[in-house]
């Protein structure tokens, strides 16, 4: 039933305190419980036998759902929607907007000059700020893409970058910074960590540099999204043109010069990283997240959608 989707689609959302707008909704609305269930595993992953997702529906009837038949179940404020008892979680995504301006001027400012460095193919927004859930204390995730052959590299630049400008999130010193926490080479089509959360920031991530090589990111591993999320649409290409100064370095670094200190520097960054669950570290991926509540958000929603799902036959108690 739609409603079963529209109240689970709520349910996780709510449990990252994240209330949403009808068009968000309707971008993120999940299969039915059972269909749900089916998709994926425990730990929230896409089971490799996983069926096709539920048909999609249109915008106008999610709205007539809402009004006609989750009235005791959900609510509505500001144009915001939750479920039934979570009015304050609506309040606080309006109270915290003013919050995300300032990160927007800092995006729009110092962003572009990414561009210029070698090796990041694109970057995009990610998180609270890609989805307009800013908060007081919270920084500006960024999902930076890069050549599959100079990650180390592109690190190095761009954490230098961001470091010269005082901007780096490091430390205590989180708000209003950028976390540089997620490097993925452009051209890689996800092999794991394929699950409802993943798919989520995938979808609502936002382009800011090279918005080709983000779309061409997120069509490469659309197919397997798509299944959890059969409304969320692709983001749509845009060409820029190449820095001049990314061009000339590219060059200087592509050869052997460059291969050698990509294994310097390889060596010496990967030695350094602490290892442990939530942390990927591979030739292709930089991923770092040991404080991941991903398992915790996991656990509580299949717990909902385990309730939601219809009792067979046999266990439904006849009336007399």
Request: aromatic content about 10%; proline content about 5%; some cysteine.
């Amino acid at each position: 039933m739609l409603k079963d989707r529209i109240l689970s689609t709520l349910k996780f959302f709510d449990l990252q305190d994240c209330p949403l707008t009808l068009l968000e909704l309707h971008k993120f609305l999940l299969p039915e419980p059972e269909i749900l269930t089916g998709l994926l595993d425990e730990r929230g992953e896409i089971k490799n036998d996983a069926g096709p997702a539920s048909p999609q529906v249109n915008i106008s009837q999610v709205q007539a759902c809402l009004e006609n038949e989750c009235q005791t179940e959900a609510c509505c404020l500001y144009g915001y929607y939750a479920l039934a008892g979570r009015r304050q979680i609506i309040s606080g995504r309006w109270e915290n907007y003013c919050y995300g301006i300032k990160r927007e001027q800092l995006i729009a400012k110092f962003l572009p000059g990414v561009r210029h460095l070698p090796f990041i193919k694109g970057v995009s927004v990610l998180g609270s700020q890609a989805l307009g859930m800013p908060r007081e204390g919270s920084d500006i995730d960024l999902l930076i893409l890069v050549d599959s052959g100079r990650i180390g590299l592109a690190r190095i630049f761009i954490t230098s970058y961001f470091q010269m400008l005082g901007l780096r999130r490091h430390g205590r010193k989180v708000a209003n910074r950028f976390c540089l926490n997620h490097y993925v080479a452009a051209d890689k089509i996800l092999n794991s960590d394929r699950n409802l959360y993943t798919a989520s920031e995938y979808f609502k991530m936002r382009p800011a540099i090279s918005g080709r090589a983000v779309a061409d990111f997120q069509k490469n591993n659309f197919s397997w999204m798509n299944r959890i999320f059969g409304n969320a649409p692709v983001i749509i290409p845009v060409d820029e043109s190449v820095s001049v100064a990314r061009n000339f370095f590219e060059r200087l670094l592509g050869g052997k010069t460059g291969g050698f200190l990509e294994r310097w520097v390889k060596k010496a960054q990967y030695g350094h990283i602490n290892r442990g669950e939530f942390i990927v570290v591979s030739e292709d991926e930089l991923s770092f997240h040991p404080n991941n509540r991903k398992q915790q958000l996991f656990n509580s929603f299949f717990d909902y959608v385990q309730r939601q799902r219809p009792k067979p036959p046999s266990l439904i108690p006849e009336v007399n």
